[in-house]
């Protein structure tokens, strides 16, 4: 690229050249002298730096001053204003009762963890502990304390007492201890929150629960699901490859935030030329298509022939030394030591413990929304985990425990809440009641209806792109 001459290298270049021609073509004989000029320097004059003018500027060095005092000032009118709403947000809250702050200790359940042990390590005594476990009688709800379980302590600490203790298993379930004189009050909070629905459907090629598995049903839905089909359907010899299964399902959420809790609403085993199905009944038992228990039914009361009842289910009984509401959540057979105890229906030995005031005690998972419990016995003959069917003796009444002689303390569940187990609405039939029947079929078609619906929905969506970000790296 060619450079362009300044003007000024321009005009130098100029006077070079009339020089040099005047040298080459002005006569010898008549030299001529060029006179030097050398022009007059130039003054540029210079600022003064700003921080003089400033130094020497009166108006400008106070009114600074004022900015800065100014702004000092309005930090330290902030900083007061700031440590007086803390005061008074710190006096309100000491003006509330213990249990309405904010709970002073909390702490998540850990494996290996017991209640005495996380008792200890908030310096609480083992009496306020057993007052606690007193009241809890009534839902036994610390015996199932899980990792990840968390419990918030409210201590008055100039005391060293335990005013309230709140036990959240998860966003839906809580239960509450709170102090009243000498012992203690139970509330349980069941929140219903939202429940989403969803289906899968997946064809079976291998087992049905490798299928289930890859179908996205849950490991618990899978062994409910068997435990439905165990007297319909041999899973072995049965099942072939290509046969279907579809399952309806809902999931709850707590403000929109999943709790982990599901249930099953329908499943469809379907062959070649035949149909297995399991639906959800408005009283809480699975039945098929032509409303045929899959189940067979409870028994009334869990023993082979009728006993004294002592007690019955109460949940407004009053306790006779506080006055207060303290529920008896179950029905006491008055039967002597060592009577034999039947399981109610078939299902699951749940729990087997021993509790300081429940005494030996069994819990059956009966599948759905059912649970029994067996308290107070002299021997357990079953142990956790195993299956049992209905009828089968799994006990034998005692009177371990706080108990002031031998009797059965005999618990039924829906839903995880007792009932009375004399009247409530449980399956006693093996089909659904004739006046029922119409509900029954008009829920099917919408449970079959819904199923199809998601299924369509969940099929048409695109599978996701592979991911060839780092194809051949």
């Given amino acids: 690229m060619a450079l362009k001459p300044t003007p000024k290298a321009t005009l130098a270049l100029s006077g070079i050249s009339f020089a040099v021609a005047v040298a080459l073509y002005w006569p010898e004989s008549e030299p001529v002298t ?20 400033v130094q020497s500027d009166p108006q400008i060095i106070d009114e600074a001053e004022q900015i800065a005092t100014e702004l ?83 201590v008055d600490e100039a005391a060293n007492r335990l005013e309230q203790l709140e036990v959240e298993f998860d966003m839906a379930h809580r239960v509450v201890f709170s102090r009243h004189q000498e012992s203690f009050e139970v509330e349980e909070i069941i929140l219903e929150g939202d429940w989403l629905a969803s289906s899968s459907e997946v064809a079976i090629h291998g087992s049905f629960s490798q299928a289930a598995s890859r179908a996205g049903v849950r490991s618990a839905e ?14 072995r010899r049965q099942l072939r490859a290509g046969d279907t299964v579809r399952v309806l399902r809902e999931s709850q959420s707590i403000d929109g935030v999943a709790t982990g809790k599901h249930r099953l609403l329908a499943v469809e085993f379907e062959g070649r030329n035949w149909l297995q199905s399991a639906y959800l009944h408005n ?22 022939r009728d006993h004294r009842i002592s007690s019955r289910f109460n949940p407004n009984r009053l306790h006779p030394v506080t006055g207060r509401v303290s529920p008896h959540n179950g029905t006491d057979y008055a039967a002597a030591t060592g009577t034999p105890i039947l399981a109610a229906g078939d299902g699951v030995v749940g729990r087997v413990e021993d509790h300081p005031i429940a005494g030996k005690y069994v819990v059956l998972e009966h599948g759905g929304q059912y649970r029994t419990r067996y308290l107070h016995m002299s021997r357990i003959d079953v142990r956790r985990g195993q299956s049992v069917t209905r009828g089968q ?81």
């Avoid at 899978?222 to 899973?235: A, E, G, H, N, Y």
């Avoid at 009283?283 to 082979?304: K, T």
């Fill in 34 to 53: 060029v006179p030097l000029i050398t022009p007059e320097p130039i003054e540029i004059p210079r600022r003064a730096p700003v921080q003089a003018q």
């Fill in 72 to 154: 000092a000032l309005a930090l330290q009118r902030e900083a007061e204003e700031a440590e007086e709403r803390a005061r008074l947000e710190a006096e309100a809250l000491a003006a509330l009762p213990l249990t309405e702050r904010p709970a002073q200790l909390e702490y998540s359940v850990n494996v290996g963890d017991t209640l005495s042990g996380i008792f200890s390590r908030f310096g609480i005594n083992q009496r306020q502990m057993y007052q606690v476990l007193e009241a809890d009688y009534a839902y036994l709800a610390l015996d199932t304390l899980m990792p990840g379980n968390r419990l918030r302590f409210w």
């Fill in 222 to 235: 899978v062994q409910q699901i068997t435990d439905l089909f165990k007297d319909k359907l041999d899973f």
């Fill in 283 to 304: 009283d809480g038992s699975y039945y098929d298509e032509d409303g045929q228990s899959l189940a067979r039914a409870f028994m009334r009361h869990p023993f082979s």
């Fill in 393 to 473: 003796q799994i006990g034998a009444v005692g009177a371990t425990g706080r108990v002031t002689g031998a009797h059965l303390h005999y618990e039924f569940h829906i839903n995880g809440r007792a009932v009375d187990s004399l009247n409530a609405r449980i399956p006693m039939a093996t089909a659904v009641a004739d006046s029922d029947k119409q509900s029954f079929l008009a829920q099917v078609y919408q449970y079959q209806s819904q199923m199809t619906d998601l299924i369509a929905q969940s099929q048409a969506r695109p599978e996701p792109e592979p991911d060839n970000s780092s194809y051949g790296e």
